[in-house]
């Protein structure tokens, strides 16, 4: 039996007397693509946020590679993030640096590499995401889905076995959102492992090997997504599917 790359167990988190995300479990095998559907406050993003522990989930573990996570050891959960890449809806880059510069920071500061060798790790990453030309350029001279590149860039150089994307294509324009999901296509095809969160069907359904339908904070139904988008076994995975095809149409 293939050991998971990623399993969470019974995740949940309250704010106050709020649940936003109870007993989400699931595991995610080698060059799965998951992806996280459903309305907004579904908890889609608190659960990314509780696999990386930018927020402490209040119940539930996580297994990476077989071995339990432990949170409350700070060496073990910094080597734990620099294994559970993540990338957000605003980018998150450095303003006063350049493409180049945002890339090989953590490179510099978390794995300790030489500058010089870190440079040119980041050179390669951003060619790879097809921002060769656009090295010294500053956040506010780029496209917004060139800053995503540059943000992809920066998670692929820290050597990761799993990713997070966080609706990636949210704060892009339509005619940009192309782009970022042709790095994200061409992730998928090298064998990267990801969960996304994403209201693209059409792009979801093309490459996901699972979706995820979340409500409430809970995990609804999950399958394959033909399953889920033609054949799902529970109404509201049915009438949402049905209102966000609509909504988004089939454009892959």
Same mark, same amino acid.
């Given at each position: 039996?293939?050991?998971?790359?990623?399993?969470?167990?019974?995740?949940?988190?309250?704010?106050?007397?709020?649940?936003?995300?109870?007993?989400?479990?699931?595991? &995610?095998?080698?060059?799965?693509?998951?992806?996280?559907?459903?309305?907004?406050?579904?908890?889609?993003?608190?659960?990314?946020?509780?696999?990386?522990?930018?927020?402490?989930?209040? +119940?539930?573990?996580?297994?990476?590679?077989?071995?339990? &996570?432990?949170?409350?050891?700070?060496?073990?959960?910094?080597?734990?993030?620099?294994?559970?890449?993540?990338?957000?809806?605003?980018?998150?880059?450095?303003?006063?640096?350049?493409?180049? +510069?945002? &890339?090989?920071?953590?490179?510099?500061?978390?794995?300790?590499?030489?500058?010089?060798?870190?440079?040119?790790?980041?050179?390669? +990453?951003?060619?790879?995401?097809?921002?060769?030309?656009?090295?010294?350029?500053?956040?506010?001279?780029?496209?917004?889905?060139?800053?995503?590149?540059?943000?992809?860039?920066?998670?692929?150089?820290?050597?990761?076995?799993?990713?997070?994307?966080?609706?990636?294509?949210?704060?892009?324009?339509?005619?940009?959102?192309?782009?970022?999901?042709? &790095?994200?296509?061409?992730?998928?095809?090298?064998?990267?492992?990801?969960?996304?969160?994403?209201?693209?069907?059409?792009?979801?359904?093309?490459?996901?090997?699972?979706?995820?339908?979340?409500?409430?904070?809970?995990?609804? +139904?999950?399958?394959?997504?033909?399953?889920?988008?033609?054949?799902?076994?529970?109404?509201?995975?049915?009438?949402?599917?049905?209102?966000?095809?609509?909504?988004?149409?089939?454009?892959?």
């Amino acid at each position: 039996m293939t050991t998971p790359v990623l399993r969470i167990e019974n995740l949940s988190k309250r704010y106050g007397s709020r649940a936003v995300l109870t007993g989400a479990s699931f595991s &995610v095998n080698k060059g799965d693509l998951k992806i996280l559907i459903g309305p907004s406050g579904a908890g889609k993003s608190t659960l990314l946020q509780c696999i990386n522990f930018l927020v402490q989930p209040d +119940e539930g573990r996580i297994w990476l590679d077989g071995e339990e &996570v432990r949170p409350g050891h700070r060496r073990a959960l910094c080597t734990y993030r620099q294994k559970v890449g993540m990338i957000f809806q605003d980018f998150n880059l450095f303003d006063h640096l350049n493409a180049l +510069e945002n &890339v090989r920071i953590g490179l510099v500061r978390v794995k300790g590499i030489a500058r010089d060798e870190a440079g040119e790790r980041a050179v390669r +990453e951003l060619t790879r995401v097809g921002l060769r030309d656009h090295l010294q350029k500053y956040p506010a001279q780029l496209s917004g889905g060139q800053k995503q590149r540059v943000s992809i860039a920066r998670a692929l150089a820290m050597d990761p076995k799993v990713m997070l994307l966080d609706e990636p294509t949210s704060a892009l324009d339509p005619e940009l959102i192309g782009e970022v999901h042709s &790095v994200i296509r061409e992730m998928g095809q090298g064998g990267m492992t990801m969960i996304m969160a994403t209201h693209q069907i059409g792009f979801a359904r093309s490459l996901a090997s699972e979706i995820i339908f979340m409500e409430d904070g809970r995990i609804v +139904e999950q399958g394959a997504p033909d399953r889920i988008f033609c054949h799902a076994e529970n109404a509201r995975t049915r009438e949402f599917c049905s209102k966000i095809t609509e909504l988004y149409g089939e454009t892959r």
